[in-house]
């Protein structure tokens, strides 16, 4: 029997640089994705998160799972701190986390990817 349209959720399974953010998303790998991302050593993810909510999602799970030391996390236009139960879990992880706006997240990204360093970025979209 043929099923209908089979919707999964976004996920790119790769590193990839971050080559444009705006309009409510962020372009890699020659594709868009419209709303917020988690880039990782598994993969670029699709996350709920917003400017108003930066730190939620089950997806942010996946930090923990993966080799990184360090998680570079765009906040929206403005800098927002980090919820002290998620800081202190991310260092517990051996994980140095920054929280910075979204544009400053992508370029030290894509800095520090180019670099083979172990980073992964949390990046809210912006407008």
Not at 80 to 103: F, H, N, Q, V, Y
Request: contains cysteine; aromatic residues 8%.
């Amino acid at each position: 029997m043929p099923k209908g349209i089979e919707i999964r959720e976004a996920h790119f399974p790769g590193r990839a640089p971050i080559e444009a953010y705006g309009n409510g998303g962020f372009r890699f790998a020659s594709m868009s994705h419209r709303g917020s991302i988690l880039c990782l050593p598994s993969g670029i993810y699709g996350w709920p998160a917003t400017i108003e909510t930066p730190f939620v999602g089950d997806r942010l799970d996946l930090v923990f799972k993966e080799d990184i030391k360090f998680l570079l996390f765009g906040t929206g236009k403005d800098i927002r701190r980090l919820p002290p139960g998620l800081a202190e879990r991310l260092k517990r992880a051996g994980i140095s986390c920054d929280p910075m706006s979204t544009g400053a997240a992508v370029r030290t990204f894509n800095i520090m990817l180019s670099e083979g360093r172990p980073v992964g970025a949390a990046l809210v979209a912006v407008d």
